[in-house]
């Protein structure tokens, strides 16, 4: 069992995860990548889909292809960018629950994903959004303060 | 200057309401505000995308009325307003 460790900050779940161009990348699901850069995404199982802020979006790069219509709580329509990202996250094998190696193994998921452009802040690259956390299995563990997904691969 | 997804999502915006009629859930591909094709998925028209017109010339745009949540966070904070 391979698992994603998510640090709990201020009561807010943080992942490393890193991001690569749909074009540039062909790299196999699970890689020793030690050259790809690490961002803070901020679990939110809120969102939809998941966002990267400008800042990731520009450093990556990633190209605009789209827009879509969104609402906010105020009744007010906005409209966001789309962009196409392959993105991955660095796991631990894991059995019985417990962590046998820390070598930070690289899974980028199999296929792309459109996220949303969002503005910077000082708290997070991303927000990891439901449209990839509904892939796995994930769960609060209160020993050891962490949230952790499982990959069942 | 508007690039072309700025220009095409305004042309695909005027065309929705007959677009959901007979292409709902699909996804389309557009070049100076025209209609190029329709595929299943985001990915496929993006890569004929890039193969035809080449980067940042085509947009992408899905036929739906579905509006998308970007969570609580998103809404408190300025993530979403310039």
């Keep these: ?153 | 200057m508007s690039d072309q997804v700025d220009i095409n999502f305004e042309a695909f915006q005027k065309q929705l309401p007959e677009l959901l009629k007979n292409y709902e859930g699909k996804y389309v591909l557009l070049n100076n505000s025209k209609i190029i094709s329709y595929f299943d998925t985001a990915f496929e028209a993006f890569q004929k995308g890039i193969k035809e017109y080449g980067e940042g010339k085509f947009s992408i745009q899905e036929v739906t009325e579905v509006v998308e949540s970007l969570g609580f966070y998103s809404h408190v904070g300025d993530a979403l307003h310039a």
């Design chain 1, 1 to 153: 069992m391979s698992v994603m460790h998510c640090t709990l900050e201020n009561n807010q779940a943080i992942i490393n995860f890193s991001a690569t161009s749909p074009l540039s990348s062909n790299e196999s699901m699970f890689s020793n990548y030690s050259n790809l850069t690490s961002y803070r995404g901020l679990i939110d199982t809120g969102a939809q889909r998941t966002c990267f802020t400008h800042r990731v979006i520009n450093e990556v790069p990633l190209i605009r292809h789209g827009h879509k219509p969104l609402k906010t709580i105020d009744d007010q329509w906005i409209s966001r960018s789309l962009y196409f990202t392959s993105i991955g996250f660095w796991v631990s094998s894991e059995v019985s629950n417990y962590t046998n190696d820390t070598s930070n193994t690289y899974f980028a998921l199999p296929n792309p994903l459109q996220v949303y452009g969002i503005n910077n802040n000082e708290t997070f690259d991303a927000l990891i959004g439901m449209d990839i956390l509904s892939m796995f299995n994930f769960s609060f563990n209160r020993q050891r303060q962490e949230f952790e997904i499982k990959l069942k691969v």
